[in-house]
C-alpha cells in the first residue's frame, strides 16, 4: 500500500514561488506516473501536472504550462511541483496521487484516473 505525504505549501505573495515535495512509501515506481491536482474552495479537484517516473515526460494544464515544473528524484522516492510566479487563482489545497493506469491517466487527466491520494498541501497567494 503505497502512502503520499505532500509538503511546501504556505502563504506568498503574487509573484512568488513557491516549491511543494510529495514523498512516496511503501512501493517502488517503475513504469509508472504521478499526478498533481488541486483544489480551490468551492470548485472541483483539476489537474496540474503529470510525471512518468521512467524517462520523466512530463505533462501540464494550460493553467500552468510555462510557471510550474514537476519533476522527480528516483532515489528519494519523492515528486516535486515548483511553482514560480504564483497567481492569486492557484490558491488551492495541492494534492498528489499516483496513476492507476499510466497512459489512460495521463490521457484524460481526472481525479478518478489516480489513487493513493495525499493529505494535501494548501497554497495561499496574495495579491
Known amino acids: 500500500q503505497v502512502q503520499l505525504v505532500e509538503s511546501g505549501g504556505g502563504l506568498v505573495q503574487a509573484g512568488g514561488s513557491l516549491r511543494l515535495s510529495c514523498g512516496a512509501s511503501g512501493r517502488t515506481f517503475s513504469n509508472d506516473a504521478m499526478g498533481w491536482f488541486r483544489q480551490a474552495p468551492g470548485k472541483k479537484r483539476e489537474f496540474v501536472a503529470a510525471?512518468?517516473?521512467?524517462?520523466?515526460?512530463?505533462y501540464y494544464a494550460d493553467s500552468v504550462k510555462g510557471r510550474f515544473t514537476i519533476s522527480r528524484d528516483n532515489a528519494k522516492n519523492t515528486v516535486y511541483l515548483q511553482m514560480n510566479s504564483l497567481k492569486p487563482e492557484d490558491t488551492a489545497v495541492y494534492y498528489c496521487?499516483?496513476?492507476?493506469?499510466?497512459?489512460?491517466?495521463?490521457?484524460?487527466?481526472?481525479?478518478?484516473?489516480?489513487?493513493?491520494w495525499g493529505q494535501g498541501t494548501r497554497v495561499t497567494v496574495s495579491s
Open positions: 496521487a499516483v496513476a492507476l493506469v499510466p497512459d489512460i491517466a495521463i490521457m484524460y487527466r481526472t481525479e478518478r484516473d489516480f489513487g493513493s
Open positions: 510525471i512518468r517516473w521512467s524517462g520523466g515526460r512530463t
